[in-house]
């Protein structure tokens, strides 16, 4: 079999040889300069095909490499110069916020806008400011905020009262956690808004808030998770001192009585 595969191997032209030889120094040279680079990291993932375009533009001024992942929704750069194109990309409003988008588009409204659409506008900057503040708590990973906002009319004696929604995305014992937070948040930043006017739910359609008398299914579950997850932590405590990090397991499973009883009572007399 040797014997034939050079026989065979000599009735190859040379030009193919050639080819192949050059393909094979080219891949050697790819797979070199991939492993003797430095490393990268992630600058920006999710970002909109227009938002993605501009970080990238601004990448090649200012002369930073780039690297595009997952159909070019994640770009990353090389690790030591993160930090320098955050920076930059910061210093340069790129690729720029939606929040700042809608205030900008207010602003710069011509004087021929109906009061209507300056009204939306208004409200649509002022939902997304409140959404990029919540985004900012811990464990939030995104919100929505959808604020009702009736226009006041003299015509009647009791005005009605603006309301919002919030809808969360975060695990939920963090969300369980920061939905009254998020109550005060948003009812601070709208005039005439109290607080039980804000409804904040989860992705998954739990209510967090305003609290309710019975526990929701979804409550429950979040609720067990945070008594395991608290006793886990205490356990650990315990642990790591003694036998090291990483050195033993903690399984903890937590079994609540979720019942509610309502007693009434009448006393007589002094005793």
Same mark, same amino acid.
């Given at each position: 079999?040797?014997a034939?595969?050079?026989? =065979?191997a000599?009735? #190859?032209?040379?030009?193919?040889?050639?080819?192949?030889?050059?393909?094979l120094?080219?891949l050697?040279?790819v %797979?070199?300069l991939?492993?003797?680079? /430095?490393p990268?990291a992630?600058?920006?993932e999710?970002?909109? /095909?227009a938002?993605?375009?501009?970080?990238?533009a601004?990448?090649?001024?200012?002369?930073?490499?780039y690297?595009?992942?997952?159909?070019?929704?994640? @770009?990353?750069v090389p690790?030591p110069?993160?930090a320098?194109?955050?920076?930059?990309?910061?210093a340069?409003?790129v /690729?720029?916020?939606n929040?700042?988008?809608?205030?900008?588009? #207010?602003?710069?409204?011509?004087?021929?806008?109906s009061e209507?659409?300056?009204? =939306?506008?208004?409200?649509?900057?002022?939902e997304?400011?409140?959404q990029?503040s919540i985004?900012?708590?811990?464990?939030?990973?995104?919100?929505?905020?959808?604020? %009702? #906002?009736?226009?006041?009319?003299p015509?009647?004696? +009791?005005?009605?009262?603006?309301a919002?929604?919030?809808?969360?995305?975060?695990? /939920?014992?963090?969300?369980?956690?920061?939905?009254?937070?998020?109550?005060?948040?948003v009812?601070? %930043?709208?005039?005439? #808004?109290?607080?039980?006017?804000?409804?904040?739910?989860t992705?998954?359609?739990?209510?967090?808030?305003?609290?309710?008398d019975?526990?929701?299914?979804?409550?429950q579950? %979040?609720t067990?998770?945070?008594?395991?997850a608290?006793?886990?932590?205490?356990?650990?405590?315990?642990?790591?001192?003694l036998v090291?990090?990483?050195?033993?397991?903690? +399984?903890?499973?937590?079994?609540?009585?979720?019942?509610r009883?309502? @007693?009434q009572?009448?006393?007589?007399?002094p005793t």
């Amino acid at each position: 079999m040797l014997a034939r595969g050079r026989a =065979a191997a000599a009735r #190859l032209p040379k030009l193919l040889w050639a080819a192949g030889g050059v393909v094979l120094l080219s891949l050697g040279i790819v %797979a070199w300069l991939e492993l003797s680079g /430095p490393p990268y990291a992630v600058l920006s993932e999710g970002l909109s /095909p227009a938002d993605g375009g501009k970080v990238i533009a601004q990448l090649q001024k200012l002369g930073i490499p780039y690297q595009l992942q997952a159909a070019g929704n994640v @770009i990353l750069v090389p690790a030591p110069q993160l930090a320098q194109a955050r920076l930059q990309l910061g210093a340069a409003q790129v /690729p720029g916020s939606n929040t700042q988008a809608a205030w900008t588009q #207010l602003e710069t409204a011509p004087m021929t806008t109906s009061e209507r659409a300056q009204s =939306a506008m208004a409200t649509q900057a002022l939902e997304l400011s409140l959404q990029q503040s919540i985004q900012q708590l811990a464990g939030i990973r995104s919100a929505q905020v959808f604020l %009702a #906002l009736p226009p006041e009319t003299p015509f009647l004696a +009791d005005q009605p009262k603006p309301a919002a929604s919030v809808v969360l995305d975060a695990d /939920p014992g963090q969300a369980a956690s920061q939905a009254e937070a998020i109550a005060r948040l948003v009812a601070g %930043a709208v005039p005439g #808004l109290e607080e039980t006017g804000v409804t904040v739910v989860t992705t998954a359609g739990t209510t967090l808030y305003p609290p309710s008398d019975s526990l929701t299914t979804g409550a429950q579950f %979040a609720t067990v998770s945070q008594v395991e997850a608290g006793a886990a932590a205490r356990v650990a405590g315990l642990l790591i001192p003694l036998v090291g990090a990483g050195n033993f397991q903690t +399984d903890v499973s937590a079994q609540l009585d979720f019942t509610r009883t309502h @007693i009434q009572q009448t006393s007589y007399g002094p005793t």
